[in-house]
Structures are given as C-alpha cells and as structure tokens.
C-alpha cells in the first residue's frame, strides 16, 4: 500500500470513529427501578404483584389497578446517589503508533452523578370491574462525567440520558379474582456524550511530524426522539390478601436525530472537512421487560413477596450512527449484551393501622459482559438491601420513605485498540471500578 493511500484509508477511519462510543440510550445497564418509595423498602418485591397496594404498581404492571380501592394520586421523588470510583487506569496507544503511554488522571475519582427522579400516578375507578390509570416515570437514565484529563478520555468523557415515560392506562375484571389490563407508552428520548479525539495520533500516523497526544480535540453526539411502545398484565387473586401477577413492557424504538460538533480541530483541509459537525441520527430501543410477581399475607398483619424480571437486553448487538456529512461513514459500534434478570424477597409489617414497615433484598444481574465493557457504563452485578415504612396521616393521606444500598461487584475495563472500526485511534485502555448506590424515595398518596 502506498504512502498516500495509507495517509487517505488513515483519515478515514479517523473520520468514521470521531464520536464511536455507544450513545448513552443505547447502553446497557440503565434501567431505573426507582420509582415507588413504597416498593423501595421492599426492593421491588411484590411489584408486579401490586405488593405496595397502591398506583405506583403501575410502572411495574398495569393490572396493578386491579388491586386499588377508589382514586388515588401519587407524586414520588427518588434521590439516586451513585458512587463509582475509577482508580488504576492505565492507557497506551495501538502498537502501530508506537504504543506510547497516554499521559493523563489515573485516578479520575467518583464518576458517577446524583440524580432526582421524578414519577406521578393517577388511578380513577369507572366501575368496579372498569378502571383507568396515568403512570408519568422516568424509566431509563444514566449519567457519568470524567474530567477531561483523564487518561481514557479518548474512550468517553460525559455521558448523559433522560427519558420521560407516559403511560394511559386501562383495565377490566374479567372474572372476580383475574384484572387483564393494557396501556401505550409515549416514550421521550434525550441522550449526549462526549469524548476527546487524539488528533496528534491521527496526523502522526499520516506522516504530519507532531507527537501523539500533544493534539487533542473533543467531539459531542446529542440528539433526542419521541417513540410508542405499549404495556400488558394480568392480577390474579384467588383468595383475599393473595396476589400473583405477570406484566410485560414492550420496547421502544427511537430514532435519535441530532447533530454532532468538534473542538479544536487542526487546520488540515481534510481534518476540517471531515470533523466539520453534521446532523446524526442514530436507531436505538429500549429493551423489553417481563416480569412475575407473587403477594401473600401469612396474617393480617404480615406480608410476604417476591418479583422476578427479565429484560431482553440481547437486542442490542450494535450501536449504528448515521452522518450526514458525506466524507463520514456510519459508525458501527459492536454491543453484544446478554438477557439479564433481577430477583428480589421482601416482607412488610403493619405495625398499626397507621404504620408499615418493610425490608427487602435483591440480586441484579448486569447484562455487561466483560468483552464490552466501557467506561461510559462500567456495570457488573448488583445486590439490593433496603427498608422503608409508611403512614397514614389522614383517612385521605398516606406518605412513603423507602432507603436501599446497593453493592456492586468490582468491574474491570481492558479494551484493546487494533486501529479498526470504533476503535481506532481511542488508544488501549485498562482500570479498576468500585462502585455502590444509595436511594432514597419519598412519595405521597392521596385518595379521593
């Protein structure tokens, strides 16, 4: 191969790869629990089962509804507090280049962002056997931010996702202990990421005499997209204070339209054609959900309950994105997520007629493989404990706290530049993570 030829195929991958990190709505490992406080202290148990006894059951089965007295509104906050601290990372440039070591933070410190999560409920009772129902939640999210020196810069530097979920909601008794119930899901998507690009890498590898990594640029990905889903689920009680329930939420498909912009780009003519920004789209889908939930109470008083749920997270092989800019290619970033499932028991207590209690544990298994994982989401599995109670101030008021910790397994990162596809030019990159969680929920129910 010639020199030139070598030179343009070099530019190229450069252009291709600019922002080749997997848009944050279409990563793994950010589904968002937290949206009941009643359910928090129970660590989700019962959940599809309606274990709360109230409308927040709802984000978890729409047959929920079937277990709800009257009318109710409800708003929740849930304060997300991440702690995930890098330490150890380590990166060197692909072998061809040298294989230099890339200068930077080796210890960027907690990256992971707080987070409040908003979610509203309405359940309005038509008839006995007719019941309409309005869930508003947040049900996917991520945030992670790394300072801009750090050594796998190249690899992400911020990554964001909001989502805004609306659910109508409406079910029917079909026979005096099984609710069949359905809903849509009119889905809100807003994503950006970040991530400095290694324009001394680049241009020395064309033959330009500059020193990788003395170049550096930033690029950015952001876009957003409305999508339709849709929700099903069934309340079996065959005897009074005994529930099962099963519920499924589909996915949702997005086409993130938006536009992608670079910094600091280097005065070559076909750098600054190639990183000019351009509109982007991007085809991204939430993963769907299954879950099965049981509630019993052994006495009046105390009540067992367990949910299991399974996510289809092997639906996302890859992240496409699209450039309207001619001089770049799609970006193909391979993904390969495994199916994962998330197991929790829980018990409540009714301490008197105004007071409950609750305590719950879980195991959420991450659907990151240890082949791809990334430092915009640096997942592994996870283990829930947590309590909560409730109170009933008035006949018409009822507040809920519920508080988890969640530990999660040590996660490593080791991703390998071989200068092809997503890869090129991001440099090798090993590190080390320690991560943990804690929720707080706060909700008030009021019945009408």
Same mark, same amino acid.
């Given at each position: 191969m010639s020199k030139r030829s070598l030179k343009g195929n070099l530019l190229a991958a450069a252009a291709a790869v600019a922002i080749a990190a997997p848009l944050p709505a279409g990563a793994a490992g950010y589904l968002l629990k937290e949206q009941s406080a009643s359910g928090q202290g129970t660590s989700f148990a019962g959940a599809a089962a309606n274990g709360m006894g109230d409308a927040t059951g709802l984000f978890f089965n729409p047959a929920a509804l079937g277990a709800i007295e009257g009318n109710q509104a409800i708003g929740v906050l849930s304060g997300v507090f991440p702690t995930s601290k890098t330490s150890n990372a380590r990166g060197t440039r692909a072998t061809r280049l040298g294989g230099s070591t890339i200068v930077?933070?080796?210890d960027p410190g907690d990256v992971g962002m707080d987070a409040v999560i908003p979610s509203g409920y309405l359940a309005y009772t038509v008839s006995p056997d007719v019941k309409l129902g309005l869930a508003?939640?947040?049900? $996917?999210? !991520?945030s992670t931010d790394y300072p801009e020196s750090w050594t796998g810069r190249y690899h992400g530097i911020h990554s964001s996702l909001l989502t805004i979920n609306i659910s109508p909601t409406v079910s029917y008794r079909l026979f005096p202990d099984l609710t069949v119930a359905g809903g849509l899901q009119f889905q809100y998507a807003k994503a950006r990421l970040s991530q400095a690009v290694d324009f001394g890498s680049i241009l020395a590898a064309t033959g330009v005499p500059i020193a990788p990594g003395s170049r550096d640029g930033v690029g950015e990905v952001k876009g957003? *997209? $409305?999508g339709v889903g849709f929700t099903a689920g069934m309340l079996y009680e065959p005897v009074k204070g005994t529930r099962f329930g099963v519920s499924y939420r589909s996915s949702v498909f997005h086409e993130l339209d938006g536009d992608s912009k670079f910094e600091a780009v280097p005065a070559v003519p076909a750098l600054q054609a190639s990183f000019a920004g351009s509109p982007v789209r991007a085809k991204v889908a939430t993963p769907d959900v299954i879950a099965f939930g049981a509630y019993h109470e052994l006495t009046s008083?105390?009540?067992v309950m367990a949910d299991a749920h399974w996510t289809n997270w092997s639906r996302f092989k890859e992240l496409r994105i699209r450039y309207r800019n001619p !001089? #770049? @290619? *799609?970006t193909v970033t391979d993904e390969n997520w495994d199916d994962s499932w998330f197991f929790a028991l829980g018990a409540a207590y009714k301490w008197n007629e105004k007071l409950t209690l609750r305590a719950g544990v879980a195991y959420d298994q991450t659907p990151v493989s240890d082949q791809y994982r990334t430092p915009r989401i640096p997942d592994e599995d996870r283990y829930w404990v947590s309590i909560g109670a409730g109170y009933q101030f008035t006949d018409s008021i009822r507040t809920d706290i519920g508080y988890s910790h969640i530990f999660a397994n040590k996660a490593k990162i080791n991703l390998r530049d071989n200068l092809t596809g997503s890869d @090129?030019? #991001?440099g090798n990159l090993t590190?080390?993570?320690k991560a943990h969680v804690d929720v707080i929920a706060l909700q008030t129910k009021i019945t009408f």
């Amino acid at each position: 191969m010639s020199k030139r030829s070598l030179k343009g195929n070099l530019l190229a991958a450069a252009a291709a790869v600019a922002i080749a990190a997997p848009l944050p709505a279409g990563a793994a490992g950010y589904l968002l629990k937290e949206q009941s406080a009643s359910g928090q202290g129970t660590s989700f148990a019962g959940a599809a089962a309606n274990g709360m006894g109230d409308a927040t059951g709802l984000f978890f089965n729409p047959a929920a509804l079937g277990a709800i007295e009257g009318n109710q509104a409800i708003g929740v906050l849930s304060g997300v507090f991440p702690t995930s601290k890098t330490s150890n990372a380590r990166g060197t440039r692909a072998t061809r280049l040298g294989g230099s070591t890339i200068v930077g933070t080796s210890d960027p410190g907690d990256v992971g962002m707080d987070a409040v999560i908003p979610s509203g409920y309405l359940a309005y009772t038509v008839s006995p056997d007719v019941k309409l129902g309005l869930a508003i939640t947040a049900p $996917w999210g !991520l945030s992670t931010d790394y300072p801009e020196s750090w050594t796998g810069r190249y690899h992400g530097i911020h990554s964001s996702l909001l989502t805004i979920n609306i659910s109508p909601t409406v079910s029917y008794r079909l026979f005096p202990d099984l609710t069949v119930a359905g809903g849509l899901q009119f889905q809100y998507a807003k994503a950006r990421l970040s991530q400095a690009v290694d324009f001394g890498s680049i241009l020395a590898a064309t033959g330009v005499p500059i020193a990788p990594g003395s170049r550096d640029g930033v690029g950015e990905v952001k876009g957003d *997209d $409305w999508g339709v889903g849709f929700t099903a689920g069934m309340l079996y009680e065959p005897v009074k204070g005994t529930r099962f329930g099963v519920s499924y939420r589909s996915s949702v498909f997005h086409e993130l339209d938006g536009d992608s912009k670079f910094e600091a780009v280097p005065a070559v003519p076909a750098l600054q054609a190639s990183f000019a920004g351009s509109p982007v789209r991007a085809k991204v889908a939430t993963p769907d959900v299954i879950a099965f939930g049981a509630y019993h109470e052994l006495t009046s008083s105390f009540a067992v309950m367990a949910d299991a749920h399974w996510t289809n997270w092997s639906r996302f092989k890859e992240l496409r994105i699209r450039y309207r800019n001619p !001089l #770049r @290619a *799609d970006t193909v970033t391979d993904e390969n997520w495994d199916d994962s499932w998330f197991f929790a028991l829980g018990a409540a207590y009714k301490w008197n007629e105004k007071l409950t209690l609750r305590a719950g544990v879980a195991y959420d298994q991450t659907p990151v493989s240890d082949q791809y994982r990334t430092p915009r989401i640096p997942d592994e599995d996870r283990y829930w404990v947590s309590i909560g109670a409730g109170y009933q101030f008035t006949d018409s008021i009822r507040t809920d706290i519920g508080y988890s910790h969640i530990f999660a397994n040590k996660a490593k990162i080791n991703l390998r530049d071989n200068l092809t596809g997503s890869d @090129a030019f #991001r440099g090798n990159l090993t590190a080390d993570y320690k991560a943990h969680v804690d929720v707080i929920a706060l909700q008030t129910k009021i019945t009408f």
